[in-house]
């Protein structure tokens, strides 16, 4: 059982874009005014450097400077979650000793990527990371990414560190957060990670979540969890029926990555594009527009419900 308390992390968690400038370098600047930005909206918890951050398209250095000056504007303003994984443990560790340093709230980490390592390693893996800052550390499990699927036995042996206080389940299985839910207990928890099942995830226990389109609309996951902690469910699932056809135009452009940073821009927030691989999206993209168009209707719409 964690040794933290860990209902302070109940929050719609955005999943922070990194923003970068016209050289394609992390822009420091604007992410400052991100973090303001989403302050402002009402969010009180992010997650940092993770997919959604590009996270491993950016160097050692270069996370922990993102961490630091998100960890410094928000100034207890909001808890900040910073993922640190990396390909090899050694960088890991060293990332969540800074992540102390600097004053974060937790880390969290997918497994190795690349390396399809058996349960032993990832085990050792998490288990080095957590020895590395005392600080609450949730598992991140994302097969489709990592290759590599929590099992139970193996989320058993992880329980039995103090200092594991959740899971990010981004598997597809809605079950699967029931499964995590159950086996941790009322003082573990756990974060639906697909953002297409928020109030499914919810209902199956999930404490709160993380996602990578909420930066893009954060008025609506916000009144997603408005309502299902008011336990009205079917105007929750209104909502739902909103966002969800939202995601998947978001995801209809070259990058999810540049389409979300499109419309943070397009709201007042300039990101940049997305480090290549990632392909960007051009503001005047009459699709994005318009998709821009279409979500502020949809955060006006519900904002009485």
Known sequence: ?????????????????????????????????VVNY???????????????????LLDTEERKAVTETVVKEAAGRMNIIVHVG?????????????AEAVGADATSAVPCVYYHMGEESVYQHWTKI???????FFIYNIPQLTGFNLSMGLFGRMLENERVAGVKCSSDPAQDILRFKLAGGKDFIVFNGPDEQ??????????????????????LYLKMDELVNRGEWEKAREVQNLVTPLIYRLCSFPSM?????????????????????????????????????????????????
């Open 257 to 305: 990555h540049g389409a979300v940073k499109g419309i943070i821009s397009l709201d007042g927030c300039p990101m940049g594009d997305p480090r290549l691989p990632f392909l960007p999206v051009a503001l005047d993209d009459p699709k994005l527009v318009e998709l821009y168009h279409d979500i502020r209707k949809a955060v006006e719409d519900t904002k009485d419900l």
């Open 130 to 136: 957590t020895e590395a800052a005392d600080l609450p």
């Open 198 to 219: 928020f109030i499914a995830g919810r209902l199956m226990g999930a404490d709160a979540g993380i996602g990578g389109t909420y930066g893009a609309m954060p008025e």
């Open 1 to 33: 059982m964690s040794k933290y308390d860990v209902n302070k992390f109940k929050n719609v968690t955005v999943a922070l874009n990194t923003p970068f400038d016209k050289f394609g370098d992390v822009d420091l600047e604007a992410t400052k005014a």
């Open 38 to 56: 989403f302050c402002n909206k009402g969010i009180k918890q992010m997650y940092v450097c993770g997919s959604t951050g590009e996270g491993f």
């Open 86 to 98: 990396c390909p090899d443990t050694r960088h890991s560790a060293e990332l969540a000793k800074h």
